[in-house]
T-cell receptor, first 111, second 114 residues
Framework: DAGITQSPRHKVTETGTPVTLRCHQT?????MYWYRQDPGHGLRLIHY???????DKGEVSDGYSVSRSKTEDFLLTLESATSSQTSVYFC??????????FGDGTRLSIL | AQKVTQAQTEISVVEKEDVTLDCVYE???????LFWYKQPPSGELVFLIR??????QNEISGRYSWNFQKSTSSFNFTITASQVVDSAVYFC???????????FGSGTQLTVLP
């Protein structure tokens, strides 16, 4: 158990609504990541954080924002959800090279 | 640009067979890192191994072994005496030294039949 909790685990919402996914860790890792997983694409990095209030964009950051006000929490926000953001979202912790511990994922459906 | 290719979309074997999952990568960097992850049917992702480009020694961990060959830009993963619990999607990944640049392959679905 890597001490990562994602919430919610499942969510269905409508296009245009704001959505926030939460990642909570108990292991005090410096680096935290948000990935999305889509068929045929493996995992793609949305945003990551290298410390409190320190974040950077990943490969597919458009339409997403993040915040990290405490070491243990990393929030992912979809300001105005679109159907193309239907996906499975994974939070992870690790070092500067890669994610090593993953949460159980959040399945997000946008109708 | 970097790229990871896992040409085997699905593999099916019978329990106790050996199976090799292929991973071919492309990068212009001389320093890079390669990884394998496992995603069982329950959905969580499990980190298996990390290797850097300067270490071509093969690695063995129980029934798992990895063959890194720079000459062919490959980092293949072999499971010996496969078991039903090995059924999962396996991802190969590559970075030049920054998690921001970590590129995943599209994954190989391994099914081990009893």
């Amino acid at each position: 158990d890597a001490g990562i909790t994602q919430s919610p685990r499942h969510k269905v919402t409508e296009t245009g609504t704001p959505v926030t996914l939460r990642c909570h860790q108990t292991e005090n890792h410096r680096y935290m990541y948000w990935y999305r997983q889509d068929p045929g694409h493996g995992l793609r990095l949305i945003h990551y954080s290298y410390g409190v209030k320190d974040t950077d964009k990943g490969e597919v950051s458009d339409g997403y924002s993040v915040s990290r006000s405490k070491t243990e929490d990393f929030l992912l926000t979809l300001e105005s959800a679109t159907s193309s953001q239907t996906s499975v979202y994974f939070c992870a912790t690790g070092d500067s090279l890669q994610p090593q511990h993953f949460g159980d994922g959040t399945r997000l459906s946008i109708l | 640009a970097q790229k990871v290719t896992q040409a085997q979309t699905e593999i099916s074997v019978v329990e106790k067979e050996d199976v090799t999952l292929d991973c071919v990568y492309e990068t212009r960097d001389t320093t890079y890192y390669l990884f394998w992850y496992k995603q069982p049917p329950s959905g969580e992702l499990v980190f298996l191994i990390r290797r850097n480009s300067f270490d071509e020694q093969n690695e063995i961990s129980g029934r798992y072994s990895w063959n890194f060959q720079k000459s062919t830009s490959s980092f293949n993963f072999t499971i010996t005496a496969s078991q039903v619990v090995d059924s999962a999607v396996y991802f190969c990944a590559l970075t030049n030294g920054s998690a921001r640049q970590l590129t995943f392959g599209s994954g190989t679905q391994l099914t081990v039949l009893p």
